[in-house]
């Protein structure tokens, strides 16, 4: 018994010993404090607004001048703007009377077997519809809507057709081949409603036609070379005036073969835009579009 109550007391009589966890209740008051203060900044903080990816702010868009009409354009171009001439060359515009005795434009869809049979002739060589399509591209262009734009149309019968700026060229080709058979026969074709001569026949040569300094380039796929933005940087001045002489350009319109010397002694140079043959109508876009 002794024994036991001197064991007792030496371990009541021993400190205890220190430990290195903190009460639970301090270590969760701490806890506590820190994650307020973190909420109650993450309160006063603005949220940073999302960037969105892929939209781009871009400037206003410039107002056009305002347009003015088509004859006041044409008067003021022809005072300030060097002229462009195209004639539109060896285009195969033929009139056949059919089996019902009316006129058509002679074409190689139409009349297959007439070309073989009758006239012992290639029918792929009767493409009228190239010379409606070139037709269109002038017409439609912004040169001529500024009136600076004169066409001249020759066929492969050798006749020579003038070409009104503000003539507006039939969209189908049934109604352009009418246009064209009544040209043929009547020699001249005039507005509806005034005595305004929209296409008409003229005669040979066409060089008569052309004013005094006009420099004639021929296009051809085996000519020189030249990008669009090239040929009108060495062709057109960057201000041109009225005492500029004229360029005109000999384009084909016939579905095989090239512009040559022999057929026009006056061009200077033949010169192409592509190093690839293309159809007329895209020849057109390139020159006069860039």
């Known amino acids: 018994s002794v024994k036991h109550l001197s064991y007792k007391l030496k371990t009541i009589s021993r400190p205890p010993k220190e430990s290195n966890i903190s009460p639970m209740s301090d270590s ?21 607004a999302k960037k969105q990816r892929g ?30 001439i195209v004639l539109l060359d060896q285009a195969r515009l033929e009139t056949v009377k059919n089996r019902r005795g009316i006129f058509e434009l002679l074409n190689c869809d139409d009349h297959r077997d007439l070309c073989k049979k009758k006239l012992k002739r290639d029918p792929k060589d009767f493409r009228p519809d190239i010379c409606h399509q070139e037709l269109l591209a002038l017409i439609d262009s ?57 296409m008409k026949v003229i005669k040979n040569p066409f060089s008569q036609h052309l004013p005094p300094g006009t420099r004639v380039y021929g296009m051809s796929c085996q000519g020189t070379l030249y990008s669009p933005n090239g040929l009108a940087t060495a062709l057109v001045p960057p201000e041109p005036t009225s005492d500029l002489p004229p360029i005109c350009f000999v384009i084909g319109a016939m579905a095989s073969g090239h512009i040559t010397f022999e057929d026009h002694p006056y061009i200077e140079k033949m010169i192409g835009v592509s190093e690839y043959p293309l159809s007329g109508a895209a020849a057109i876009s390139r020159i006069l579009g860039g």
């Open 55 to 84: 939209v781009t702010t871009s400037a206003p868009l410039e107002l056009a001048p305002s347009v003015q009409s088509t004859e006041q354009q044409r008067k003021s171009s022809q005072k300030s703007k060097q002229r462009i």
């Open 142 to 198: 912004p040169l001529n809507k500024s009136g600076s734009l004169q066409v001249y149309i020759r066929t492969s019968k050798n006749v020579l057709i003038e070409v009104n700026p503000s003539i507006r060229i039939p969209r189908t080709y049934k109604r352009f081949s009418g246009l064209i058979v009544q040209l043929l026969h009547k020699m001249k074709i005039k507005a509806g409603n005034t005595s305004t001569t929209l």
């Open 28 to 48: 969760g008051g701490d806890s506590s404090s820190v994650a307020s203060d973190s909420s109650e900044e993450e309160v006063d903080r603005a949220p940073p």
